[in-house]
């Protein structure tokens, strides 16, 4: 199946494993749960959706982000409110008004999405820099 056809791409089951980071038999026990689909080829391969590959690799990285975060090395925390959100397909700025700090963050436009960042929303922005400059204003 090749990927400008209507057709689903299939990949063989035991690549989709791979990929998935789990064994064939966690596939074959997904499958009969419904979690995802299987096609078997005329000489009896089993094949998986490349759809169903990216569905199940976008859960598993969803359900990673759930875990709450207990302590990190950052301590400057600034919780604000988005002010702005600018995207295109890949990057995006985020502009955040933290009392009287103005935060701008360039992320992924994915990580957009993820995070669930809309203007208006709560966030904190997280400030870990390996370099900061100090200057003095003239007198």
Do not use: Y
């Amino acid at each position: 199946m090749t990927e400008g056809s209507n057709e689903t791409t299939l990949i063989r089951v035991g690549q989709a494993a791979e990929m998935l980071g789990v064994t064939v038999e966690t596939l074959r026990r997904w499958e009969a749960d419904g979690r995802l689909a299987m096609s078997r080829t005329e000489g009896g391969q089993r094949l998986v959706s490349i759809d169903d590959v990216t569905r199940l690799l976008s859960e598993k990285r969803l359900a990673i982000a759930d875990r709450p975060i207990v302590a990190q090395s950052a301590r400057n925390r600034f919780p604000g409110i988005v002010t702005r959100i600018e995207r295109d397909r890949v990057a995006a700025v985020v502009e955040v008004q933290a009392g009287p700090h103005r935060l701008v963050s360039l992320m992924t436009a994915e990580a957009i999405d993820d995070l669930g960042l809309e203007v208006g929303k709560e966030a904190v922005c997280v400030v870990k820099a390996t370099n900061v400059i100090v200057e003095i204003p003239s007198a």
